[in-house]
């Protein structure tokens, strides 16, 4: 036997299935807002359905190969303890993934941002996007990808443009 599920079978312990959303296929992120102290929220992105749990915890659901923006911050009595911004595709049933906090059972990650200099410029690419009246979750996914790797090197992203977009939909078009 290789590996070491072969050795916990044989122990008689069963290694725990891989945690899906409620319904199949999709990607449930829970959002938190704990004023001052644990912030969770969508910057973008169109859920299908949006499950209030309580009046600080939410569940949102997403379909596969959709595009959102999930902002985690958190601090304590010293000042601010997290800063995170990522853009995620939700995968569909039998894609591969990234986990993320609070993101059951993943996604495939576009931009990974950490630190509140990063997270903010991150956050004015976004809103550098919606300044075009484009929506950032319908954006080319290359696009969030070379922004990531230049906010990641300090450098400012290319602008993102109407023409860029319209080749994006034409490509996505063609099946490209």
Same mark, same amino acid.
């Given at each position: 036997?290789s590996?070491?599920?072969?050795?916990? !079978?044989?122990?008689? /312990?069963?290694?725990?299935?891989?945690?899906? +959303?409620?319904?199949t *296929? @999709? #990607?449930?992120?829970e $959002?938190?807002?704990?004023?001052?102290?644990?912030?969770?929220?969508i910057?973008?992105?169109?859920?299908?359905?949006?499950?209030?749990?309580?009046?600080?915890?939410?569940?949102?659901?997403? !379909?596969?190969?959709? /595009?959102?923006?999930f902002?985690?911050w958190? +601090?304590?009595?010293? *000042? @601010? #303890?997290?800063?995170? $911004?990522?853009?995620?595709?939700?995968?569909?049933?039998?894609?591969?993934?990234?986990?993320l906090?609070?993101?059951?059972?993943?996604?495939?990650?576009?931009?990974?941002?950490?630190?509140?200099?990063?997270?903010?410029?991150?956050?004015?690419?976004?809103?550098?996007?919606e300044?075009? *009246?484009?929506?950032?979750?319908?954006?080319?996914?290359?696009?969030?990808?070379?922004?990531?790797?230049?906010?990641?090197?300090?450098?400012?992203?290319?602008?993102?443009?109407?023409?860029?977009?319209?080749?994006?939909?034409?490509?996505?078009?063609?099946?490209?």
């Amino acid at each position: 036997m290789s590996g070491g599920s072969g050795l916990a !079978a044989a122990r008689g /312990v069963v290694p725990a299935p891989v945690q899906r +959303s409620p319904a199949t *296929g @999709t #990607t449930t992120v829970e $959002l938190t807002w704990i004023e001052q102290a644990t912030e969770r929220w969508i910057r973008f992105g169109t859920p299908i359905l949006d499950q209030v749990l309580d009046r600080r915890r939410r569940l949102l659901t997403f !379909a596969p190969n959709s /595009v959102f923006a999930f902002v985690r911050w958190a +601090s304590n009595d010293y *000042g @601010t #303890t997290l800063s995170r $911004l990522d853009i995620v595709r939700a995968v569909g049933p039998d894609e591969g993934y990234s986990t993320l906090p609070c993101v059951t059972p993943g996604g495939e990650l576009l931009l990974h941002l950490g630190g509140w200099p990063r997270v903010r410029a991150g956050l004015a690419t976004i809103d550098a996007v919606e300044d075009l *009246g484009i929506d950032p979750a319908a954006v080319s996914h290359d696009y969030w990808r070379h922004a990531h790797n230049r906010l990641i090197a300090g450098h400012r992203p290319r602008a993102y443009s109407r023409d860029r977009h319209r080749a994006w939909l034409l490509r996505r078009e063609l099946g490209a």
